[in-house]
């Protein structure tokens, strides 16, 4: 059975880091890139980061570029989101979702990716 299950959520001050695990069973992970996700109450998801399936080549948006790494270990099924400098308007539950070979459309449209895990949720609070 397909699964994504993402963990390492939790609540961290202002400038501080965490990493999300991203863990796929029922599939082979590389044979799909990677999205990660994210929505905040009251905001639309936003695409955050993209890895391909062979994790040569990884996408950010600006909200995140230079501060969160994506980065993926195909033995054991696993994608990472590791996010420094995190800020109060990084608080959100994040998703990760597969997204199958070449769709032919932007890593960030949401319809291109066939399955989501259910989200950790993130809280930057001081």
């Known amino acids: 059975q397909v699964q994504l299950v993402e963990s390492g959520g939790g609540l961290v001050q202002p400038g501080g880091s965490l990493r999300l695990s991203c863990a796929a069973s029922?599939?082979?992970?590389?044979?799909?890139?990677v999205g990660w996700f994210r929505q905040a109450p009251g905001k639309a998801r936003e695409a955050i980061s993209y890895?391909?399936?062979?994790?040569?080549?990884?996408y950010y948006g600006d909200s995140v570029n230079g501060r969160f790494t994506i980065s993926r270990d195909n033995a054991k099924n696993t994608v990472y989101l590791q996010m420094n400098s995190l800020k109060f308007e990084d608080t959100a539950v994040y998703y990760c979702?597969?997204?199958?070979?070449?769709?032919?459309?932007?890593?960030?449209?949401?319809?291109?990716?066939?399955?989501w895990g259910q989200g950790t949720r993130v809280t930057v609070s001081s």
């Open positions: 029922g599939f082979t992970l590389s044979s799909y890139g």
């Open positions: 979702a597969r997204r199958p070979t070449s769709r032919g459309r932007s890593w960030t449209v949401d319809d291109t990716y066939d399955y």
């Open positions: 890895i391909t399936s062979s994790g040569l080549t990884t």
